[in-house]
């Protein structure tokens, strides 16, 4: 029941999150705004967004060639078509229930390559490791660029304390959960230290690489490309057309974060990035109506991709056997 619950709210809060945002960024514009936002999207070069799901496409691929650099010094080189299957299907998953998508780029992985899950799973989690160092980077530039505006929009929507007192609150649950670990003779405590153990040897994979020049070359392209999607996407809309590089650095880090707060970014992704490009000077209703473009036009390559991979991937393992 309890576990029932929890796979209810995880699916339920984000989703009704997402809905609320939607909800509360529409009612609050006047008639001739709602008409101002629809003028926008009439309006806009979609030229640039097909462009932009380009470069998404390509930093896809790109992923999919880095992620053997991790699985070779464990002993697997799954075909580079079964990655990529398996990404996309990963980014499907994650609209329906949120942080699913590694676990599913796991079975994936184990199902059609023979990659244990555990050790799949472990170098997905490198991988975010290593996302997370580079969005941390993308966030210390912007804050770096425009220091001022954007912590002025940081403490309006999120209070510090309550930030640090949830960051302290997991420190101290992740301590006394391994203080527990390492102490229980149980049996399911048995099972979980030898999934982390196999967890392990796909984390540390990364310092095992021979080609980590390439590694590096490939994350450098994955966030390159990322960064120029949302950069060639601003030329779409008149208004955004023209903003600087600091500024789409900006938006672009919000934009990443707002993904983790619903069901991949809906809601949350156009009201966030509205609300940062409003900072800088672009109406919000212009600032809406391109978070909502660019948005739309990722979550229709997910679909479009994911749902293709997720046909494909039994015909196709099937053909190669």
């Known amino acids: 029941m309890k576990k029932s619950l929890t796979k209810f709210l995880k699916i339920a809060l984000p989703l009704a999150l997402g809905i609320f945002l939607v909800y509360y960024s529409y009612t609050k514009f006047t008639p001739e705004q709602l008409d101002e936002i629809a003028f926008y999207f009439k309006k806009a070069d979609y030229t640039f967004i097909v462009l932009s799901v380009l470069c998404s496409l390509v930093s896809h691929i790109i992923r999919a060639v880095r992620w053997n650099l991790l699985l070779q010094p464990i002993g697997y080189s799954p075909k580079l078509f079964n990655n990529f299957m398996a990404i996309s299907v990963a980014y499907l998953m994650n609209m329906f229930i949120p942080k699913s998508g590694e676990v599913s780029r796991g079975i994936v992985l184990d199902k059609y390559e023979h990659v244990p899950f555990d050790k799949g799973f472990g170098t997905i989690i ?87 020049g390439s590694f590096i070359v490939q994350t450098f392209l994955i966030w390159g ?36 707060f619903t069901n991949s970014g809906f809601g949350s992704y156009p009201f966030f990035v509205a609300a940062i490009l409003a900072v800088f000077g672009i109406p919000e209703t212009a600032g809406t109506a391109f978070g909502w473009i660019v948005w739309t036009s990722n979550i229709i390559l997910i679909v479009l991709v994911g749902g293709l991979s997720f046909l494909l991937l039994p015909i196709y393992n099937k053909v190669e056997k």
Not at 153 to 180: N, R
Not at 193 to 209: E, H, N, R, T, Y
């Open 126 to 212: 490198s991988e975010r490791v290593v996302d997370l160092v580079f969005l941390m980077f993308f966030t210390a530039l912007a804050l770096f660029l425009e220091f001022d505006d954007l912590y002025a929009f940081l403490t309006e929507y999120i209070k510090p304390s309550k930030l640090f007192l949830a960051i302290g609150i997991l420190v101290v649950a992740a301590i006394v959960f391994f203080i527990f670990l390492n102490y229980s003779k149980a049996k399911f405590t048995l099972k979980i230290k030898q999934f982390l153990l196999g967890l392990k040897d796909g984390i540390f994979s990364i310092f095992k690489m021979r080609k980590k």
């Open 225 to 260: 490309l990322y960064v120029l999607s949302f950069y060639v996407a601003t030329f779409a809309v008149d208004d955004t057309a023209a903003i600087p590089l600091g500024t789409v650095i900006i938006a672009f880090v919000v934009g990443s974060f707002a993904f983790a």
